[in-house]
């Protein structure tokens, strides 16, 4: 099984058995030691960096290891129900929280599922993070965000309180979310179905952003590929009035305010400049 995403292959550096055991997936229990040997080695590899559910090329398409997804799936087939305890939190799942933190800053609070990897600099406020996520240098998990499954958070991105990263197993072939690198995702945002934030783009409070979610920019009117932030937008939600059958009505939508010029440094009070100076907040 490859990596391919729009055609495109590469070799995976998962186990090639991982597709003979997929293909008699239906079969498989937690009776069947050498296939959850098997399974254990390539979620280790997920785990601690060696292997990652998406590559992301700043220039190019998100490339996806369906292998690395299908052993994700085939782990909640092979492995058993298991108490853990982390003090006096117990739990009772299939995959166990995760242990190896180089490098890591882990809030009290924070959760992260085996599986998962997080480069050294990473700061884990109370958050989650789901099996197959994968979280670059210098980036900031705030309180309540949430990374879904086969997440791919790029570096020194801020993920702001109550931030939701929407996760993907199904269908084959999915893309997962990704935020690149540089990026900043304001409290309350959703980035869900396969989204994109480009590099450096800068997403303000409550957003909503799905796979099908229409980007104008706010001066010209140009539209922008469907659920994608563009690299180093400032965007915020809207909506765009649509009429139907039944009446007018108001659906979301993502509207660029401005775009940064490449190397400009935006910190959260010159943020709050752009968005005060159209309106949008406080």
Request: aromatic share 6%; charged share 20%.
């Amino acid at each position: 099984m490859s990596i391919s995403t729009d055609g495109q292959t590469v070799d995976s550096v998962l186990d090639p058995a991982i597709d003979e055991l997929w293909e008699r997936r239906a079969d498989l229990s937690p009776q069947d030691t050498d296939a959850r040997k098997t399974v254990v080695a390539a979620v280790d590899a997920l785990d601690a960096g060696e292997a990652r559910v998406a590559h992301v090329s700043a220039a190019g398409p998100v490339v996806v290891d369906e292998r690395a997804k299908r052993v994700i799936l085939l782990a909640f087939k092979v492995l058993p129900m298991a108490e853990s305890a982390t003090g006096d939190f117990h739990y009772h799942d299939r995959v166990p929280l995760k242990t190896r933190f180089d490098g890591v800053r882990v809030v009290p609070g924070a959760i992260a599922r085996w599986g998962s990897h997080f480069e050294p600099g990473v700061v884990l406020m109370p958050s989650y993070t789901n099996i197959g996520g994968y979280v670059g240098a210098g980036t900031l998990v705030d309180t309540w965000a949430t990374v879904g499954s086969c997440a791919q958070i790029g570096r020194n991105v801020h993920l702001s309180g109550g931030v939701g990263i929407g996760g993907v197993l199904e269908p084959p072939g999915a893309v997962p979310v990704v935020v690149e690198d540089e990026a900043f995702v304001g409290s309350r945002c959703m980035v869900v179905e396969g989204a994109r934030v480009r590099r450096g783009a800068k997403l303000g409070a409550g957003a909503i952003v799905t796979a099908s979610t229409r980007v104008f920019d706010a001066t010209t009117g140009v539209e922008y590929p469907r659920g994608e932030v563009p690299e180093r937008a400032v965007a915020v939600g809207s909506t765009r009035a649509r009429t139907f059958p039944g009446g007018e009505f108001s659906l979301p939508c993502l509207l660029v305010l401005r775009t940064l010029a490449e190397g400009e440094i935006h910190d959260k009070l010159a943020l709050n400049d752009v968005l005060r100076e159209h309106g949008v907040a406080p």
